[in-house]
C-alpha cells in the first residue's frame, strides 16, 4: 500500500514526499543513502474518488510501522495532476523486505487497500544492480 511521507519537499501537482534514510534519521536535504542490493519496492497506484479521509490514517500508520521495520531504509512518493501515484520504497535487503510484506498489519491495510481505496494498484520489486549520486558542493 503506498504511504505518505514526511516533509512534503513540493506542493501540488507532480508533489514528491520523501522519508528520511533509516528508522528515526534526520530529515536531510542530502540524497539517500542507496548501495547495491537494496530491495526496492516500485507501488503504482489510484485511489477511488472520495477515499481522503479513510486514505490519510492508514497510511500514516503505515509509514511508521515501515520506518519502524528492521531494514528499512527510504520512503518516497510522487503523485501527478491525474492522480496516479508512485510510490517507492527501499529496504536494505530481500529478508527485510520480505519481513515487512509479511507483517500482519501491512497485510491487513492492503486488503484494506483493495476493498475500500484503490481503483488500481500495481508492484514491481527489483534488487538494486548499481546505484550513484551526486551532490552540490557548499558554495
Known sequence: MSTPSGPDRGSGA???????????????????EFVAGQ???????KRR????????????AMLEAARAQPGFV???SFESPDGDRVSLVTFD?????????????????????????????AVQVST???ATSWERPAD
Open 128 to 130: 538494486c544492480r548499481s
Open 39 to 45: 530491495v526496492v519496492t516500485v507501488f503504482r497506484s
Open 74 to 76: 527510504d520512503f518516497a
Open 49 to 60: 474518488p472520495g477515499t481522503d479521509d479513510a486514505y490519510g490514517p492508514l497510511a500514516e
Open 14 to 32: 507532480g508533489s514528491v514526499t520523501a522519508g528520511p534514510s533509516g528508522a528515526g534519521a534526520p530529515q536531510s536535504d542530502a540524497p539517500p
Open 93 to 121: 535487503s530481500q529478508d527485510a523486505h520480505d519481513a515487512w510484506r509479511d507483517d500482519p498489519a501491512h497485510r491487513a491495510a492492503q486488503a484494506r487497500g483493495r476493498d475500500e481505496l484503490y481503483e488500481w494498484y
